[in-house]
């Protein structure tokens, strides 16, 4: 085969494979949106409607949180198989997963019902999502990345990054369309359609996914030196250091994003007395813009350094935390749609956008997917989960004022700049070469 077809053979698996996994991303995250949304907005009345509506938020909340408990488990096993089988085999697994669990959600009968049960297994299938996106998320940004020309890890890094706002969009876009309908329709069936709208989904991730190839510093790995016997010992002895690191970066975006997009559904709503479509319709507009926002960020991290593009936005979070919650409490639409569209862009784009090229970096290839997905989904339980009951809680107990969900934001973010200036700049390190902590 001449250079020239193997070059092209080369940019087609590349692009084929960046495609797989962005839309395998978006779809993970549609799932996992509407989710949140609707533990949000409806599920207090449709689950838990035998305590008091303040009460039952909490409880959806809480049901919410449950998910990211069983992130790091699906981290853990996507991990093993994924350095051990293949990121390809695994990331099939996930999708499949993910797809049965959210359409079961919205076949789901109601507290009224069945009683107690049904928040049981509402509980149950959220694990299995947790589960799901646990392993969906460091296999997407890794194939992504070890398929990418050395110069421009960040851009395709960047590009899965971009399904989580893709699927956020959707979902939230999808929720905003049923939630125009009279409220008994909402409530008595209307909440089912875009948990049912992801079997259609997850079958064409399939499709697309079945026919994408292992990368070549996966292949070079198991080669060289075999696969890892036992992953997550061997990274967790290998490499202490950069699993620290890698949780502790996650503290800018990892509970912070949720307080963006899912507490402040609650927020804008119960707090501020505004209408659902407020609050849907700004999040919705700051998706979109994130969207154009992170591939931007991920290419600037490919010319300056992942450090300084992630230490700004971290910082950049810390300071206006306040100044995002002066704009909500403003209660007018186009500073609140203004607020969100800065706050996804500018600080979670920046902070976002290099860390999927950055925790691939971070870690040698026999091990890597474990690594990344311990790191990951560890900051996802310890953050994601729990941020937007916290968030709730710190309201209730400082009788509405916004300063406090403010601070939870500005130390997180901080918390986030130190550990990525305790940590080595990567951007022109080897995927293949081993490594050592």
Request: proline share 5%; no cysteine.
């Amino acid at each position: 085969m001449s250079s020239n077809a193997t070059t092209r053979t080369g940019v087609t698996s590349a692009s084929r494979t960046l495609t797989s996994s962005t839309i395998g991303s978006v779809i993970e995250w549609y799932d996992f949106t509407i989710y949140g949304t609707a533990a949000a907005l409806i599920f207090n009345q449709l689950f838990f409607s035998n305590i008091s509506p303040a009460a039952g938020t909490l409880a959806a909340f809480g049901t919410f949180a449950a998910g990211f408990i069983a992130r790091p488990l699906g981290g853990f096993v996507a991990g093993h198989y994924g350095d051990r089988l293949g990121r390809k085999a695994t990331l099939v697994m996930t999708l499949t997963l993910m797809g049965g669990a959210t359409t079961l959600i919205g076949l789901l009968p109601t507290y009224e019902q069945i009683g107690i049960a049904a928040p049981a297994l509402l509980v149950l299938l959220r694990l299995v999502q947790g589960f799901a996106v646990g392993g969906e998320w460091g296999g997407a940004v890794l194939m992504a990345v070890e398929h990418a020309p050395d110069d421009k890890r960040g851009r395709y890094g960047a590009w899965p990054q971009t399904g989580v706002s893709a699927g956020l969009l959707l979902g939230t876009g999808v929720f905003s369309a049923v939630s125009l309908l009279p409220e008994e329709q909402l409530i008595s069936w209307g909440w089912r359609v875009p948990f049912l709208v992801s079997i259609v989904l997850a079958l064409v991730g399939l499709y697309i996914r079945f026919r994408i190839t292992e990368s070549e510093s996966f292949v070079a790995a198991t080669k060289s030196a075999g696969p890892s016997r036992r992953p997550l010992v061997e990274v967790l002895r290998t490499h202490p250091k950069q699993i620290l690191i890698a949780i502790g970066v996650r503290f800018a975006e990892g509970g912070n994003y949720y307080v963006f997009t899912v507490f402040v559904l609650t927020y804008i709503t119960q707090q501020l007395g505004l209408p659902r479509q407020v609050g849907l319709t700004g999040v919705m507009l700051a998706a979109a813009l994130n969207i154009v926002a992170l591939p931007l960020w991920g290419a600037l991290s490919d010319r300056i350094g992942r450090r300084p593009v992630f230490i700004g936005g971290a910082v950049f979070m810390a300071a206006y935390a306040w100044p995002f919650f002066w704009l909500l409490d403003t209660r007018s639409p186009v500073l609140i749609a203004l607020a969100l569209a800065v706050v996804l862009a500018v600080p979670h784009g920046a902070v976002f956008a290099p860390i999927a090229a950055f925790y691939t970096e971070l870690f040698e290839p026999r091990v890597r997917y474990s690594g990344v997905s311990i790191g990951y989904q560890t900051g996802s339980v310890l953050l994601g989960g729990f941020t937007p009951l916290l968030a709730t809680s710190l309201i209730l107990w400082s009788g509405g004022a916004s300063w406090s969900v403010a601070a939870l934001v500005a130390v997180g973010s901080l918390i986030a700049a130190a550990s990525m200036f305790a940590a080595p700049e990567t951007f022109r390190v080897s995927l293949i070469a081993p490594r050592n902590g």
